[in-house]
């Protein structure tokens, strides 16, 4: 698995694992299926309900737990300190791998200093933002101890965050896609530009798509309940993209939300 290393250094999986919207009943197998396959980023959130099952999973695979790398998201700002070890005993180890605060909640600046505390206990290996922009984001950077890793956006080949890509590259701010797929939204999965290269490269266009975003230097978190559909996945470190192709992609970006929270 290709790997970034993140502004303290921590490496990370580029493509993982996302659990959202899968029930805590079927969470531990989807997890299995995807640690078996080979994925060996997990990423969830306290909002998900589901980390026990992660947990379980991590537990039951048998794979040392410094070769997974677990993200986990907090949803409050009370009682931080709390909330992280809430999330330790839940997934069953003694360390997250990267603490994100899930979105703008207020008092984010508090939290996140309690998140900087928990790097500093060995709680936590990496921390960082998800959902935040402009003002929120800069307040976080300005006024932080330890920047942000990671900012978790919806990133999609038609949502690219181009600009957003380039100003985090300044403070060494990794930016990790969610919603790869944009949940299969705006037909993506039909658009013909990336069927014609998928079928060029005799690939998949969810291939494509996520081929693009890691050649983008974007960490993706693709989900799926479907073990072919994880293989699918995770199958886009023997192909690349040229030049070409990826002007096309670009090409498609309409630089707007395709849930229309933010
Ligand atoms: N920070 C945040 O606020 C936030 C918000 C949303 C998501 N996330 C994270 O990002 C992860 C990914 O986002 P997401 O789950 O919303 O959506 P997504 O990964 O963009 O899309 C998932 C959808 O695509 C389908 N799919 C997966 N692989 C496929 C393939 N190869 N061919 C056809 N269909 C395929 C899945 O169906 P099946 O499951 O039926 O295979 C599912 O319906 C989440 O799981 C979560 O970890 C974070």
Same mark, same amino acid.
């Given at each position: 698995m290709e790997t970034v290393k993140l502004n303290n250094h921590v490496e990370m999986p580029i493509l993982g694992f996302g659990v959202y919207q899968i029930s805590l009943s079927d969470t531990k197998r989807c997890v299995m299926d995807a640690l078996e396959t080979g994925y060996r980023l997990i990423d969830t959130a306290? =909002? =998900? $309900?589901?980390e026990a099952g992660v947990g379980e999973a991590v537990t039951a695979s048998g794979i040392p737990r410094n070769k997974i790398f677990i993200t986990t998201k907090i949803q409050s700002n009370r009682n931080v300190t709390g909330l992280i070890d809430a999330s330790l005993e839940k997934l069953r180890t003694d360390y997250i791998d990267l603490l994100l605060?899930?979105?703008?909640? $207020?008092?984010d600046l508090a939290t996140y200093r309690v998140m900087e505390e928990s790097v500093k206990q060995g709680k936590v290996r990496a921390i960082g933002l998800s959902n935040f922009y402009g003002r929120d984001f800069d307040n976080i950077i300005n006024h932080c101890e330890i920047m942000p890793a990671v900012n978790q956006l919806e990133t999609h080949v038609f949502y690219q965050n181009r600009d957003l890509r380039a100003l985090y590259k300044k403070n060494g701010t990794y930016l990790e896609a969610w919603a790869p797929f944009g949940e $299969?939204?705006?037909?993506m999965f039909k658009n013909p530009i990336l069927a014609g290269i998928a079928r060029e490269h005799n690939r998949t266009v969810a291939q494509v798509i996520l081929r693009f975003l890691i050649q983008s230097d974007i960490i993706v978190i693709p989900k799926s309940t479907h073990k072919e559909r994880m293989v699918e996945n995770i199958n886009v470190f023997d192909f690349s993209l040229c030049e070409e192709d990826m002007r096309k992609i670009e090409a498609l970006d309409k630089n707007e939300s395709l849930f229309g929270w933010y």
């Amino acid at each position: 698995m290709e790997t970034v290393k993140l502004n303290n250094h921590v490496e990370m999986p580029i493509l993982g694992f996302g659990v959202y919207q899968i029930s805590l009943s079927d969470t531990k197998r989807c997890v299995m299926d995807a640690l078996e396959t080979g994925y060996r980023l997990i990423d969830t959130a306290q =909002y =998900y $309900g589901n980390e026990a099952g992660v947990g379980e999973a991590v537990t039951a695979s048998g794979i040392p737990r410094n070769k997974i790398f677990i993200t986990t998201k907090i949803q409050s700002n009370r009682n931080v300190t709390g909330l992280i070890d809430a999330s330790l005993e839940k997934l069953r180890t003694d360390y997250i791998d990267l603490l994100l605060i899930h979105w703008v909640m $207020g008092n984010d600046l508090a939290t996140y200093r309690v998140m900087e505390e928990s790097v500093k206990q060995g709680k936590v290996r990496a921390i960082g933002l998800s959902n935040f922009y402009g003002r929120d984001f800069d307040n976080i950077i300005n006024h932080c101890e330890i920047m942000p890793a990671v900012n978790q956006l919806e990133t999609h080949v038609f949502y690219q965050n181009r600009d957003l890509r380039a100003l985090y590259k300044k403070n060494g701010t990794y930016l990790e896609a969610w919603a790869p797929f944009g949940e $299969g939204k705006a037909n993506m999965f039909k658009n013909p530009i990336l069927a014609g290269i998928a079928r060029e490269h005799n690939r998949t266009v969810a291939q494509v798509i996520l081929r693009f975003l890691i050649q983008s230097d974007i960490i993706v978190i693709p989900k799926s309940t479907h073990k072919e559909r994880m293989v699918e996945n995770i199958n886009v470190f023997d192909f690349s993209l040229c030049e070409e192709d990826m002007r096309k992609i670009e090409a498609l970006d309409k630089n707007e939300s395709l849930f229309g929270w933010y």
